[in-house]
Every structure is written in C-alpha cells, then in structure tokens.
C-alpha cells in the first residue's frame, strides 16, 4: 500500500466501544498524507500509526490492540498508554511536599510505578477535535491515588506531514508532582515481524542516572561513556543487551532514564531508531530533560495484540520523554512540583522518514 492510500489531513471520529460501566470511548483517527495515527480517548492511548517503508508500502509501527476489551484488561503492560500522574518509579511509593508525607500505592515491587495501580491510563478522557488533531482533558481528583491536589491534564495530538506531536499541560489547585509521558511500544519492521533487537538506537545523551537493584536511581548522574549503556553513536538494541554489567542485569536489559544533551525547556534531539531492513526512521524530539529507553524487558506474550500476535519479550521498545523518576525524593533533579497558578508545558514530537 503506498502513500496515495492515506487521505490527506483529516481527523475522523467514531465510538470504538464501551467500558463496563457504559461509558462510550471514541477512537481519532489522525491521517496527513502521509501518516496514519489512531488515539482513543481511553488512557488517551496511542493505538496505531502507520508509515511506509523504503519502497512505500505500509505497517503498524506502533504495538496496539485491535479492540478496546484487551486495553480494559487488567494489569496491561501501558501499550500506548498516556501515564501519569507520575510516570516512572517513585521509591516506596512516597514523596513530600512542603514537610508532608504523601504515600502512593505500591504496584512495582516496592514502588510505585506510572501514577500507583489505577493510573491515568485506566480513564475515560475527553476529547475535542483540533486544528490536525485531538485534544483529551482528564480532572484528577485531590487525593487521587494518594496525590495532593486537583490536577487538570490535557494532551493534545496533532499530526502534520510527518510528524506526530504531543504537547502536554497540567494544572492544580495545591501542590502537587506530576510528569507525564506517552509509553508506546515501537517496532519499526511492523508490529507483526518479530523483535526489534536489531534496530539501531541513537540517544543524545553523555549521562544517565544509574539505578539501584528496585530500579529506583541512587540520585548521581553517571557518564554513559564506557559502558552498554552509551548510545551516542547508533548501536542495535540487541548488540550489547546482554552484556555483563549490573545495571543491565538489574533491569533485565535497557530501562533507563537517560539525561538528555542540551537545556531543558528547549525542543531538542532525543533520540533516533531506524530499522536497517525496512529503511523506517523514527527521530524523537522533546522539551523534557530525560528519556527513558526501555528494551519491552517485562514484555511476556501474554497480551495479543493486530494480526493475532503476542507481544514477547523485545517485541518493542520504548522512547518515554520525561522528568527523571524518583525526582521528587532527588533535590538536584529538575523539579517535577506543580503549585497553583502555575502551568506545566512539554512538548514531544515524533518523526517518521525513512533512512538514506
């Protein structure tokens, strides 16, 4: 299927389904010419996009579900999901603000991980179409999963050409934390063709924050150079996933947070992928000071995702913009609070092409 079987800008609306209680959830499919990317408002998921490759003929890039029952099955390994309020690990699930002990629910060992076990992957959004795209909203109560505070979020898709951008804003009513990100599962053969160990990852980044054996970070900021974890030249996934050094072993492969080069606040490279069979390239660009890149490690087939297939181990790889985790028990991280009167703004764009 080549490029001219895509329409041109448009964003198309209908009801993909139901959760259990009735409520109607509406899947967007966003197209650009070039492009197709579907996202639903439950957990504001990104479900598929599709590109070509070298010679124009198309694949799902992105791991996903052909229907919204598997995304409602509990627990689900985030495919596509928008996380938050805290995306990422907070040790033991606790945190503090001005003085006060705040507990999240554990749900990772014994931490909490993407906003504790009801995150805000597992609500009904509400959308509103917008110039190239959709914008979802979600109120998060004060007390949500432990969290202080109100917390108004919105993420907003918009595709145009060949770029897919996420810009994400949040508010509150009291002090709080929040960092959200977009945990997609990418595999650019297509999501039906086997592993993604031998694509090629670059990552702008000299240091990343080595983490304990919970994968909580220790709070220093470690130079990449040296060891498997320095993806400042492209290196396939796979060429050094198994190779003897702790932290690989702590996390059973990649799952790190990696400081990214440059001034936060400031759209920047973050990382590249490109699949040397296919020719897809895929560039990440972010606002956010880090990323985590995660090797699909807890991936384990139990999830059946398009065409019948189950998504094992490295099925796909994650590229989650972000503030660091564990920042709010790490004073020299960038902050990750939010008070009252204040906006939090990211920006995220994803690039889709093809290597020369």
Not at 215 to 244: H, K, N, Q, S, Y
Request: charge should be neutral; glycine fraction near 12%; charged fraction near 20%.
């Amino acid at each position: 299927m080549a490029f001219s079987a895509i329409a041109q800008g448009e964003t198309k609306m209908s009801i993909w389904g139901h959760t259990a209680d009735g409520k109607a959830v509406a899947i967007y499919t966003l197209t650009s010419g070039q492009i197709e990317v579907r996202v639903t408002a439950y957990g504001a998921h990104l479900v598929s996009v599709r590109t070509p490759d070298r010679s124009g003929k198309l694949a799902d890039i992105a791991l996903g579900y052909d229907s919204l029952a598997t995304y409602l099955i509990k627990p689900n390994p985030y495919i596509g999901a928008i996380v938050g309020r805290y995306g990422n690990r907070i040790a033991k699930g606790q945190f503090k603000i001005d003085g006060k002990t705040y507990q999240i629910p554990v749900n990772n060992g014994p931490n909490a991980l993407h906003g504790g076990p009801v995150g805000f992957d597992q609500y009904v959004w509400k959308g509103q179409e917008v110039p190239d795209g959709v914008e979802f909203t979600h109120v998060s109560p004060d007390g949500d999963m432990g969290f202080p505070g109100t917390l108004t979020a919105k993420v907003r898709y918009t595709l145009k050409g060949n770029t897919l951008r996420i810009d994400y804003s949040a508010t509150t009513d009291k002090p709080t934390i929040v960092n959200l990100t977009n945990h997609t599962y990418w595999n650019l053969h297509g999501d039906d063709k086997g592993n993604i160990l031998d694509e090629r990852i670059e990552i702008n980044a000299d240091r990343y924050t080595p983490v304990d054996a919970t994968l909580i970070p220790t709070g220093e900021l470690a130079p990449v150079a040296g060891t498997p974890l320095d993806f400042r030249m492209p290196e396939a996934i796979g060429a050094r996933i198994d190779a003897d050094n702790q932290q690989l072993k702590f996390a059973g492969g990649y799952d790190f947070n990696f400081v990214i080069n440059g001034k936060p606040g400031t759209l920047r490279l973050a990382a590249i992928a490109t699949d040397p069979g296919s020719g897809r390239k895929l560039t990440v660009e972010t606002t956010e000071p880090g990323v985590q890149f995660y090797s699909g490690n807890f991936l384990d087939g139990s999830f059946t995702g398009r065409h019948g297939i189950k998504y094992g181990k490295h099925a796909g790889f994650c590229l989650e913009t972000q503030h660091f985790p564990d920042s709010p028990n790490h004073p020299s991280f960038p902050t990750t609070e939010l008070k009252p009167g204040e906006t939090m703004h990211s920006t995220t764009t994803f690039t889709f092409g093809v290597a020369k």
